[in-house]
């Protein structure tokens, strides 16, 4: 199993960043997906997720109408474009394939980082 993120980096207030997640070595349809961060010093947070298929979405309240999650299950890839950045968007960002409590799969992580 692997999943790998690319499009972290850094960026000023009020920009944007889209990440990207490659995953392969499961049946990828059959998954939700989710966005973890986790910033210094503050507990892991579930930022966005969606079902499979996608047909439904979730967002926690600091993102709502900022970010948007999406999903090519075609492409095994889970995306997350993020406008209007904030300094307290400042994370390092998961990639997460969610079965269950048992069964789920981590990314390495990318750094957001949101400074001027």
């Known amino acids: 199993v692997q999943l790998v993120e690319s499009g972290g980096g850094l960026v000023q207030p009020g920009g944007s960043l889209r990440l990207s997640c490659a995953a392969s070595?499961?049946?990828?349809?059959?998954?939700?997906m989710r966005w973890y961060r986790q910033a210094p010093r503050k507990e892991r947070e579930l930022v966005a997720g969606?079902?499979?298929?996608?047909?439904?979405?979730y967002y926690v309240d600091s993102v709502k109408g900022r970010f948007t999650i999406s999903r090519d299950d075609a492409k095994n890839t889970v995306s997350l474009q993020m406008n209007s950045l904030k300094p307290e968007d400042t994370a390092v960002y998961y990639c997460?394939?969610?079965?269950?409590?048992?069964?789920?799969?981590w990314g390495q992580g990318a750094q957001v980082t949101v400074s001027s």
């Open positions: 997460v394939a969610w079965r269950s409590p048992i069964t789920h799969y």
């Open positions: 969606i079902t499979g298929a996608g047909e439904a979405t």
């Open positions: 070595g499961f049946t990828f349809s059959r998954y939700n």
